[in-house]
T-cell receptor
Framework: SAVISQKPSRDICQRGTSLTIQCQVD?????MFWYRQQPGQSLTLIATANQGSEATYESGFVIDKFPISRPNLTFSTLTVSNMSPEDSSIYLC???????????FGEGSRLTVL | QKEVEQNSGPLSVPEGAIASLNCTYSDRGSQSFFWYRQYSGKSPELIMFIYSNGDKEDGRFTAQLNKASQYVSLLIRDSQPSDSATYLC???????????FGKGTHLIIQP
């Protein structure tokens, strides 16, 4: 499986600010996804990060709120914009091995918005 | 709307017994099925995946799939206290689709 590094691992942010989370993979992967896990909840897919083009967002998530970049096959960023306390969550970068469909997760970024 | 349903628990099982975790899904187009284990404060860890009807065994873990009933299960034999965690069921249509997760079952193995 790929080694996935995320940073920051945690942060405390003020309402109205934005934070960018970085995800680095140690090998070239085709599929990268961003998930959110709110307190006590399961994982919700935010978007598929597409290399060199706009991300594909799931219902309920929009580019203005969660802009995503993926300049190459090993790196992606997720920005949480104009944060509110409702955005307090763990954000997880994940990669998929296309031949088996297995999905692997980074350690996550725990955001607390005050 | 793709839905994955799991009993949230907690499910309490004595050490050494078999823990049985169940999952149902709504999307008949689902092709791939996964079980993840998540310890508190940690990210999910893939335990097993299964694509075909029937059983798939890996060590103490057995995944069972019944596509006609839209049902997936995970059996953990000889349960250990270290198996105490939340177990997430996830399904996918395959290809480039992301996974849809259930809310997870909290499993407690009692020493």
């Amino acid at each position: 499986s790929a080694v996935i590094s995320q940073k920051p691992s945690r942060d405390i942010c003020q309402r109205g600010t934005s934070l960018t989370i970085q995800c680095q993979v140690d090998s070239q992967v085709t599929m990268m996804f961003w998930y959110r896990q709110q307190p006590g909840q399961s994982l919700t897919l935010i978007a598929t990060a597409n290399q060199g083009s706009e991300a594909t967002y799931e219902s309920g998530f929009v580019i203005d709120k969660f802009p995503i970049s993926r300049p190459n096959l090993t790196f992606s960023t997720l920005t949480v914009s104009n944060m509110s306390p409702e955005d307090s969550s763990i954000y997880l970068c994940s990669v998929m091995t296309v031949n088996t469909g297995e999905l692997f997760f980074g350690e996550g970024s725990r955001l607390t918005v005050l | 709307q793709k839905e994955v349903e799991q009993n949230s628990g907690p499910l309490s099982v004595p050490e050494g017994a078999i823990a049985s975790l169940n999952c149902t899904y709504s999307d008949r187009g689902s092709q791939s099925f996964f079980w993840y284990r998540q310890y508190s404060g940690k990210s999910p860890e893939l335990i097993m995946f299964i694509y075909s009807n029937g059983d798939k065994e890996d060590g103490r873990f057995t995944a069972q799939l019944n596509k006609a009933s839209q049902y997936v299960s995970l059996l953990i034999r000889d349960s250990q206290p270290s198996d105490s965690a939340t177990y997430l069921c996830a399904v996918s249509r395959g290809g480039a689709d992301g996974l849809t997760f259930g809310k997870g079952t909290h499993l407690i193995i009692q020493p």
